[in-house]
């Protein structure tokens, strides 16, 4: 019997292997150099796969799992508020330069074919670090209820 997590697990791994961070060994159930099926897997480096990018650890909420993908863009000039996401964030870099400011903890550029796990309850903002937009593919690991995807605002305290 598969649990909760053991979905989610293989959900989550999944969608790393979507994104090519499994190695390219992974497609190929025979022996030899020839890919499964001439399917070629390039992995795309992500950043400390089993940490945040602020070295935090982190694990999937429990429950029933709920796995969302958004490509978001942010304008040149334009920034993000002040936000925290309280469930694991991959994100993917899929043009233009990634700012992002973690106050005390510093300031992170990501370029074009980066991925990261984003930081876990801590306050941060996103801007486009160059002169033109950042787009980013988001893949959002939470539970279905409570839906924990939409990022929430910091206040002053945070």
């Given amino acids: 019997m598969r649990t909760r997590f053991g979905v989610f697990g293989l959900l989550s791994s999944l969608i790393v292997c979507v994104l090519g961070a499994c190695p390219a060994v992974a497609l190929d159930h025979q022996s030899g150099s020839d890919p499964y099926e001439s399917i070629s897997a390039q992995p795309i480096p992500l950043e400390q796969a089993s940490k945040t990018v602020l070295n935090q650890a982190y ?18 000039g ?21 700012g992002v400011d973690y106050g005390i903890r510093g300031k992170r550029t990501f370029s074009p074919g980066q991925a990261y796990i984003e930081a876990i309850d801590w306050c941060h903002i996103g ?32």
Avoid: R, W
Wanted: proline letters at 13%; a negative charge; charged letters at 15%.
């Fill in 127 to 158: 801007y486009s670090a160059g002169n033109e937009a950042v787009e980013i593919l988001g893949f959002y690991l939470g539970q279905q209820n409570p839906d924990q995807i939409k990022p929430e605002p910091c206040t002053a305290s945070d």
């Fill in 59 to 76: 694990t999937f909420p429990p429950g029933t799992p709920l796995v969302q993908a958004f490509k978001i863009t942010i304008e040149p």
């Fill in 78 to 98: 334009m920034k993000t508020a002040p936000h925290k996401h309280a469930i694991p964030l991959l994100a993917y870099v899929l043009s233009g330069e990634l």
